[in-house]
């Protein structure tokens, strides 16, 4: 799971692109292949890892 604590982010998986800002979150499989980048100078994101 991504949360977007401020400024903006960009998560490119192969088929598509998402832009996130703060407040949003995105939750996916781990085993999905992903880069993500930040969008200006500040961005913060809480990146959470599970195994369930």
Do not use: C, T
Request: aromatic content about 10%.
């Amino acid at each position: 799971m991504l949360y977007v604590i401020s400024g903006r982010i960009e998560v490119k998986f192969v088929d598509r692109s998402i832009a996130m800002s703060a407040g949003d979150y995105l939750q996916f499989p781990g085993y999905l292949v992903h880069h993500v980048r930040r969008m200006g100078a500040n961005a913060i994101v809480l990146i959470v890892i599970s195994r369930d």
